[in-house]
């Protein structure tokens, strides 16, 4: 299957469901009305206080001016803050100039910190490496030599296909140092994936390794680029390949380098390239819910300037003595944003972990909390989940006490984690940053201030200082507190996508044109009495049953709170009589699965009613399936499209961009299986 063929199923902009402000169904997320506003010790010492949004709201543009200043080192100062006369193409700090790897790297060395540790790598077989910030400038510095020996001039595109090894880190920067723009490319991606995105971008150069290590085995990435290329690549002249698994490749002599032969004996002396605020440090392609996969670009001054910023305030990063980790893999945004650039211009000493949570055993990354004394961890409610699925007794088994910031990210996360996240992990104390963004936005906008805000279980809360976001109607009209609609931002910000790569059209027709002058973000949104945002999962994850308004999320929300449950995902499956009809795949806890195996009636009898307990009859779903597991990407998202196409009986779509493509075959055969 190519990604184009799934296409007509999945529009680019979704249909906009009728009536937004139909609360059927999504009362029960607001009446979570448990609070936790910050211990008066957090709030005294938080790097952000209220008097941050005061000062934003005073003057937007001069609020960012101000944060560009102070957390980026500018070669040539800007003059201009924002020009939006091309909107919805905008230009950010435009007349300066600055290099990314120079903030994030050398001005730590050129300041005296060379030996603040910058990363803490664990692989997943217990291998562990320390990068200090002069390391880290050797390394880059290498590569960079090593790249623009092998042809990489600035503005030339170089696709990265690696695991999470330090190296991934390296090659970003080293891209960033020369102004060429990198295109991480997942490593759990196939290789059509991989060639798609190639030759999107005309990528010149593919840095890649032998494979990585997962679940306690060498997995290949080598033969994926081999595949990719064998299609046909023009642009590609080298592929540079680093050593990590030792597991034999093919080679093409002439293309195919080997890292430790060019980068290893390069010089360890680079000049920096000073790019314009507007050259594009990267591009990434969004995970494929839509036909072609988007190249959302994004440039240089403006991302760098929300990065910090973000990563400074919603974590409250004191980069002396914090250690930080984000879960996230590099081939996301996440790891774009809050492993590589917002950490590093911090300065911040962080870990990178390159396998799986339960590899070797379920208590790996409170292993990891407990070895490096981590105090911020950010990761996503898909981990959460499962590691609740696994049960509590596991991370008791270790010493969390370091931990001081937990946050969430990645799609909404239900009341019962966030719960379970604030007790078991953040023993009660830690304040849970709930951010929302996207790889669109670049960086953070919406999430409570840790130190400022009283938080509440399962809403991401309220938009950052200096951004600005609503919830319209289908009129573009705010809705009122206690009201849904469509999440949208009003005003331009610095990390903002400033467009997708070679489809300006796409780009105005994709954001812009639902709303005029609104950012369209295609999520569905409530506002509570207070006026906080619930994020409610994307429009096109909002069914319409009998003209009800329902959401994924709610109805998620709901199987997840029964004790039976460990995850769910629901889909709209289209239905004769009521449109689309609620179809909920589950993932039964260990134990009830036991019990409750038996007996499928009962299984789907009970949810069914809880479920209509919850939230109302008109939610129940028409079927419940027990499956083993759930199609998602590596940034957790599940693919719902895929579980429609179950539940519609049609042939299994592109499965291309899972973080695991053998799930759906386990969830067909499972449910081939008579019950
Ligand atoms: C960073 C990232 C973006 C989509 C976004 C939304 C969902 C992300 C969320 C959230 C509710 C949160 N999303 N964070 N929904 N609460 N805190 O995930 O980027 O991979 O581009 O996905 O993820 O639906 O529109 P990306």
């Not at 027709?509 to 973000?521: G, I, M, N, P």
């Not at 993932?587 to 019990?595: H, S, W, Y």
Request: with cysteine.
């Amino acid at each position: 299957m190519t990604e184009q063929s799934d296409a007509p199923t999945t529009p680019e902009t979704p249909e906009a469901p009728h009536d937004p402000q139909a609360t059927q169904g999504l009362e029960n997320l607001l009446t979570e009305d448990r609070r936790f506003p910050p211990s008066s010790e957090f709030a005294a010492q938080a790097n952000a206080g209220a008097d941050l949004y005061a000062w934003a709201n005073a003057d937007r543009p001069g609020f960012w001016a101000d944060q560009a200043r102070d957390l980026l080192t500018w070669s040539t100062p800007f003059t201009q803050t924002l020009d939006w006369s091309d909107a919805p193409f905008a230009r950010w700090f435009a007349d300066g100039r600055l290099n990314a790897a120079y903030n994030a790297v050398d001005r730590h060395v050129e300041a005296g910190r060379g030996d603040r540790v910058a990363l803490h790598f664990e692989g997943e077989g217990g291998d562990t490496r320390t990068l200090t910030y002069a390391d880290l400038q050797r390394e880059v510095s290498k590569a960079a030599n090593a790249m623009a020996a092998l042809g990489v001039g600035t503005g030339d595109r170089v696709a990265i296909y690696l695991p999470l090894i330090p190296e991934a880190v390296v090659t970003m920067l080293a891209c960033a140092r020369l102004g060429a723009p990198h295109s991480v490319v997942f490593g759990g991606f196939s290789a059509e994936a991989l060639s798609s995105r190639i030759l999107d971008a005309e990528a010149t150069l593919v840095v890649t390794a032998d494979g990585g290590f997962r679940r306690g085995n060498p997995s290949a990435l080598k033969p994926a680029v081999d595949e990719a290329l064998a299609k046909g690549a023009p642009s590609v002249r080298h592929v540079l390949v680093v050593r990590r698994t030792g597991q034999p490749v093919e080679w093409t002599p002439g293309r195919d380098v080997w890292w430790h032969e060019a980068v290893d004996v390069a010089s360890p002396q680079h000049e920096p390239v000073e790019v314009d605020a507007e050259h594009p440090l990267f591009i990434l392609y969004t995970s494929g819910t839509t036909g072609k996969p988007k190249g959302i670009f994004h440039t240089t001054g403006g991302y760098l300037t929300q990065a910090a910023y973000t990563h400074l305030n919603v974590f409250d990063l004191k980069p002396e003595t914090d250690v930080y980790w984000c879960t996230a893999d590099v081939g996301w945004i996440t790891g774009h944003t809050y492993v590589v650039y917002g950490p590093l211009v911090n300065g911040a000493t962080q870990v990178i972990y390159e396998g799986t949570p339960d590899t070797p055993h379920r208590g790996r990354w409170w292993e990891i909390v407990q070895k490096y004394g981590v105090t911020i961890l950010y990761t996503a409610p898909t981990a959460i989940r499962t590691c609740m699925k696994w049960g509590e007794d596991i991370p008791a088994g270790f010493d969390l006490s370091s931990l001081r910031v937990l946050g969430s990210v990645g799609e909404p996360i239900n009341p019962e984690a966030w719960m379970w996240y604030r007790r078991v992990i953040g023993a009660d104390r830690t304040p849970i940053v709930d951010t929302w963004w996207q790889t669109e936005t670049g960086a953070i906008m919406i999430s409570p201030l840790p130190g400022v805000t009283a938080t509440k279980p399962g809403s991401a809360q309220v938009a950052l200082p200096g951004i600005a976001a609503d919830v319209v109607d289908d009129d573009a009209k705010p809705v009122p507190n206690g009201a849904g609609g469509y999440l949208v931002v009003t005003e331009p910000w610095p990390s903002m996508l400033r467009g997708i790569w070679g489809d300006p059209e796409r780009y105005r027709d994709t954001y812009w044109s639902r709303f005029r002058d609104l950012y369209f973000a295609g999520d569905g949104a409530k506002k509570d009495a207070d006026g906080d945002i619930w994020l409610l999962g994307r429009v096109d994850d909002v069914m319409n049953v009998s003209g009800h308004r329902l959401s994924t999320t709610e109805i998620e929300s709901a199987l997840v709170a029964h004790p039976w449950v460990a995850e769910a995902a629901v889909v709209g499956a289209t239905d004769e009589t009521t449109g689309q009809a609620v179809v909920a795949f589950v993932i039964l806890r260990g134990d009830a699965a036991e019990a409750a195996s038996s007996d499928a009636a009962t299984v789907q009898e009970t949810l069914r009613t809880h479920v209509a307990k919850e939230i109302g009859p008109i939610a129940k779903p028409r079927q419940i399936l027990v499956v083993p597991e759930l199609p998602k990407t590596r940034s957790g998202k599940i693919m719902r499209r895929l579980l429609r196409d179950v539940a519609e009986h049609r042939q299994v779509g592109d499965a291309t961009t899972l973080a695991d493509s053998s799930v759906m075959d386990l969830i067909s055969a499972g449910l081939a299986r008579p019950a």
